[in-house]
């Protein structure tokens, strides 16, 4: 194929664009994601190179998920990932689920909007790089799958999230149509022919290319994608002690019962994803240990399998044995790995209710959600999917021992409940069938050390039978979310509390002063408590003059936001009584050196005197503020520091002066808002002054929101930070 296909429209020309970007790229295996309306997460749209099942993981990810396809557009740029190393230190949720060696691309899909994220994968063996040429062509490959999208969208025939990705076969990338699967001639073969006749169905070539096959030792076969036999040797036949037709088109782990452990599955997997040669060594009962020896390609996977101990190649290097048996699925248990990882970096009670919605609820193909926590007795409904807001209110807030529905029993035992349609659930609970109209349910007990948490609840709009495996797997997950959701409302409580503090210690509002227009803004720090020791404060001193205060306490915790408030106590004391500039600084230094305390404090004291048309200003070791003049003159104000508070008890702060015009504008701020790694502090505050040059004035608080925005604080933040800004306006006189 060297283009898409003429008069090809919609998912045609899509697929086939998709197929050829695979092709071209050499990729072993090709994802094309795409943005779901909410925008909250990415589905699964288009495979080529694997089955379904293999990534069901990754059928939905969300957009704020740590993952390359997520971050790919997340960030507008290509991802690239040249070996599982670099996977595991860059992605480490990621790599626990792809534990093989391999490269990876992800790369944006954009147009006139954001439509998804293309994934390529290659096997470990090529160039741990990727040149400008191969960059260039994937950019513009995800140029023209935008374009498609954007004439699907147009056409009303844009793929819709929830449904089974397209799969499309090898031979589309490769463009090579290959020969008809052997299954198909086997499917309608009523009795145990020849292997060789059986499998291959054709004469000459064919029948010759069997015969060699034949006399090899041994034995060989062939499984597509998807893990199913498509070809057996008799000699195959013999050593897996099966006729042909009991195999074809069969999965080896379920057709062999001495197969049927997840670690066969792994390496089926891992032949698949990698397209690296696999080994792995079987028992077959009583005591025959066999050898089977994958060798992948594009279009399936060819076996050769012999007798373990007798004479044969050397093993490619990635080997595991197979022979400690697991009690779920391999694809299950990848499935659980990543969710247990996911669960692990929620946060609060809502990322774990979104966690729970995004990927367990399709994972196992639910269409309901219904989770609830232990509050006073009472089961309180925190988040739900798929319900009406009237079946929740007749929900939430049941007793614990509560027969209403079988959650009060699955919390009283610990164990689980399934039921497969409404007639099971209405011979145990008869009105728990009309709350809602739903088919089937899973409560799920979260309980954690013996107490009980909360339930979890998932539904299904149909009749739905939940095999002993799914029920292995959500019962393992209800006791990971049990946990996750403990540590999550913990982590909430402590949440609101420090926001409660952080808030009373804070001015609740900036007072009016006449003659200035005043904002001020307070971020904690990303990581920690949302908690911190920087302050501002603004306070009228009599009819004609005002006082401004910002300040910093080291670190951002409880002890800096209690000190915090000692200090501005104590600022606004001294500067209650119409004290100069320094005599406040030194009152309040000498209050920190008598607590004796080891947290250090710098802080910036501004006196407005509008009569005499002044400001006098002190520094305690604090950044110098930023002055813009009414001509438009922005530049930090040259003022020279005293010692941080706390220090020496008989310090002296210098008093600078400077004129009070109409317009005179006024940045105060903590070093937060410009502490950039690698970047000098000198260049920094440079930078804030040609920012606050460029803003407009109209708006302080739009100003400050630009301020924050190009300083880069309102992201990723290390510290806390504090802005106060202050504007002397010429209409309204003191």
Same mark, same amino acid.
């Given at each position: 194929?060297?283009?898409? &296909? ?46 379904? &099942? ?42 626990? =689920? ?251 009670? &809502? ?31 925190? !988040? ?65 050390? !013996?107490?009980?948490? !909360? ?116 600022? &606004? ?13 030194? !009152? ?90 690698? =970047? ?55």
């Amino acid at each position: 194929m060297t283009g898409v &296909r003429d008069g090809a429209t919609g998912v045609d020309a899509l697929d086939a664009a998709f197929a050829e970007t695979v092709r071209r790229t050499g990729a072993s295996i090709g994802a094309l994601y795409l943005l779901a309306p909410n925008e909250r997460h990415l589905f699964l749209d288009v495979l080529c190179g694997a089955p379904t &099942r293999v990534a069901a993981p990754w059928a939905r990810i969300p957009v704020n998920a740590p993952a390359p396809v997520a971050e790919a557009l997340r960030e507008d740029r290509i991802v690239w990932i040249g070996s599982h190393e670099e996977m595991a230190r860059s992605y480490p949720r990621t790599a626990a =689920v792809l534990p093989y060696p391999l490269a990876m691309a992800a790369a944006p899909v954009t147009g006139v909007r954001r439509w998804g994220a293309l994934l390529l994968m290659w096997p470990a063996g090529r160039p741990p790089y990727m040149t400008q040429r191969e960059r260039g062509h994937i950019t513009a490959s995800c140029g023209r799958l935008a374009r498609l999208l954007e004439e699907s969208s147009e056409g009303g025939s844009f793929p819709a999230p929830g449904g089974l990705p397209r799969v499309l076969a090898a031979e589309t990338a490769t463009g090579d149509p290959g020969p008809a699967p052997a299954t198909e001639t086997a499917a309608g073969d009523p009795g145990p022919a020849p292997a060789a006749e059986t499998a291959v169905g054709a004469a000459g070539p064919a029948l010759a290319a069997a015969d060699f096959i034949e006399r090899l030792p041994g034995g060989s076969c062939a499984l597509d994608l998807e893990g199913r036999f498509t070809y057996l040797s008799s000699g195959a036949c013999a050593l897996l002690g099966r006729d042909p037709g009991q195999l074809l088109g069969t999965l080896p782990w379920q057709s062999l019962r001495w197969l049927d452990d997840p670690g066969v599955e792994d390496r089926y997997r891992a032949a698949v994803i990698s397209r690296e040669p696999v080994v792995f060594t079987a028992c077959r009962p009583p005591d025959s240990w066999l050898d089977f020896h994958l060798y992948p390609d594009a279009s399936g996977i060819s076996v050769r399998i012999v007798p373990s101990g007798a004479p044969y190649p050397p093993a490619p290097a990635f080997r595991r044995s197979a022979r400690t048996a697991l009690p779920a699925r391999a694809g299950r248990l990848y499935q659980l790995t990543h969710l247990a990882a996911a669960l692990t970096e929620v946060v609060g009670v &809502r990322d774990v209710i979104d966690l729970v919605a995004d990927q367990i609820m399709p994972a196992f193909d639910a269409q309901g959600l219904v989770l609830s926590m232990v509050d006073a007795g009472r089961l309180r409904i925190t !988040g739900y999917r798929g319900y009406a807001p009237e079946a929740i209110e007749r929900l939430n807030g049941l007793a614990l021992d509560t027969r209403y529905t079988p959650a009060g029993q699955v919390l009283d035992t610990g164990l689980p409940a399934f039921f497969s349609d409404p007639e099971e659930m209405r011979r145990a609970y008869p009105e728990a069938t009309d709350v809602s109209d739903k088919q089937a349910w899973a409560f799920l007990p979260l309980v954690v050390a !013996g107490r009980p948490v !909360g339930c979890c609840v998932l539904s299904y709009d149909r009749p739905h039978t939940f095999p002993a495996e799914d029920r292995a797997v959500l019962t393992s997950l209800a006791g990971l979310v049990a946990h996750a959701l403990d540590r999550a409302r913990l982590y909430d409580t402590k949440h609101d509390l420090a926001h409660a503090l952080q808030q009373a210690l804070l001015p609740r509002a900036l007072p009016a002063v006449p003659g200035l227009r005043v904002a001020a803004r307070y971020l904690p720090a990303t990581r920690g408590m949302d908690i911190g020791g920087d302050f501002y404060d603004l306070m009228p001193l009599g009819a004609t003059g005002a006082a401004a205060v910002i300040g910093d306490v080291q670190g951002h915790d409880v002890a800096a936001a209690a000190l915090m408030g000692q200090v501005r106590t104590a600022v &606004r004391a001294h500067a209650a009584l119409g004290t100069t500039p320094d005599r406040v600084l030194r !009152g309040a230094n000498r209050l920190l050196t008598d607590l004796g305390g080891d947290l250090f404090v710098s802080c910036l004291y501004a006196r407005l005197d509008f009569a005499a048309r002044r400001v006098a200003l002190a520094s305690a070791g604090h950044p110098p503020p930023v002055l813009r003049l009414p001509g438009g003159e922005t530049r930090p104000l040259d003022l020279p520091p005293g010692p941080l508070l706390g220090i020496d008890p008989d310090a002296r702060f210098p008093v600078t002066e400077i004129p009070l015009t109409p317009g005179l504008m006024l940045a105060f701020y903590t070093d937060g808002l410009i502490e950039t790694p690698g =970047v000098d502090l000198d260049d920094s505050i440079t930078d804030l002054a040609r920012h606050l040059a460029d803003a407009d004035d109209g708006d302080l608080d739009a100003l400050i929101d630009t301020l924050v925005a190009q300083s880069g604080a309102g992201r990723q933040r290390t510290d806390d930070v504090a802005l106060l800004v202050l504007r002397h306006t010429a209409d309204e006189p003191a």
